[in-house]
């Protein structure tokens, strides 16, 4: 959405900061690289050594025996303490209150460019959040390594119950294992790398099956392939139903098999009573299974 360089080689410094991406599998570095090839920069030709994910801030590279970093806002408060201008912060502060994502590249020494991306709430995410709370979700919280900023106008746009913002991968899964000492059944779902000590830590993880990455979809108890949260719903409508099913059932075989035993005690059990006793069981509970057929979403 906004790029802005601090120097003269604006392009030079966009191909830098997309070759550099182009060795990340963060759904923001496809966004930059898509932008470089659109401003028909040659990001491919540049050699990128020494690549290095900081894990939940950012990424490091070496380019032309130059060090540069990729990264939030704390990444780079860490690496220049109080140096960073005025000017500089002011403008990360105003792109973040437009719920914006700021993705930084600089030196050890100073900020360089700040590339502003924006998140494309989709169509059906508000409609979900809605239906998870119409069938007994008692809360639906985000957690996210944006800033409050962002994660506040996103949030509040999708309709979720709590935000939490500015976390790291282990904050994230933190979180999960502090609700669940609350006694309460966590669903997780995620879909990139910092998502599945999370997913693995929730009572069930559900990831993103076309946008996911490999490790989230490995960790999951759930994929949804499609890539369609309106799925979600249905899925938790039809889990209820097929319990609900699975206990009827299990409660009408016992029955059935308790009476035919309490029909040998005086001799009434004929071969034709333990025959319709066992196969109408088989079809009733098949039957009932059918049940599930109806559940639309």
Do not use: C
Not at 156 to 170: Q, Y
Not at 210 to 229: F, K, P, V
């Amino acid at each position: 959405t906004d790029y802005i360089a601090f120097a003269e080689n604006k392009n030079e410094l966009f191909m830098i900061a997309a070759a550099i991406e182009n060795g990340s599998q963060h759904p923001l570095a496809s966004a930059v690289t898509k932008k470089a090839e659109e401003m028909g920069l040659s990001y491919k030709d540049i050699i990128v050594d020494e690549f290095q994910s900081i894990t939940g801030k950012g990424i490091k590279a070496s380019v032309n025996k130059e060090t540069y970093y990729v990264g939030s806002l704390h990444l780079f408060e860490d690496l220049l303490m109080d140096q960073i201008k005025t000017e500089q912060r002011n403008q990360i502060q105003s792109l973040q209150t437009q719920g914006k994502t700021m993705m930084i590249l600089g030196t050890e020494k100073e900020i360089l460019a700040i590339i502003a991306v924006a998140d494309e709430v989709r169509e059906s995410s508000k409609e979900v959040i809605k239906k998870l709370h119409q069938i007994g979700i008692q809360k639906t919280i985000m957690l996210t390594g944006d800033n409050e900023g962002t994660a506040a106008a996103i949030g509040h746009e999708v309709g979720v119950s709590d935000i939490k913002a500015d976390l790291l991968p282990e904050d994230k899964l933190n979180y999960i294992k502090n609700l669940r000492k609350s006694n309460l059944r966590v669903a997780m779902i995620g879909d990139g790398i910092n998502d599945a000590p999370a997913l693995a830590a929730a009572n069930l993880g559900v990831a993103m099956g076309g946008a996911g990455t490999d490790t989230a979809l490995e960790t999951a108890d759930i994929a949804l392939m499609s890539d369609d949260l309106s799925k979600l719903p249905y899925t938790i409508k039809l889990s209820r139903k097929a319990l609900t099913i699975i206990k009827q059932n299990i409660t009408f075989s016992l029955a059935i098999k308790a009476i035919a035993l309490l029909l040998v005690i005086p001799g009434w059990l004929t071969l034709w009573i333990a025959i319709f006793a066992d196969m109408g069981a088989t079809l009733i509970v098949t039957l009932n299974s059918l049940r599930l057929l109806r559940v639309k979403e």
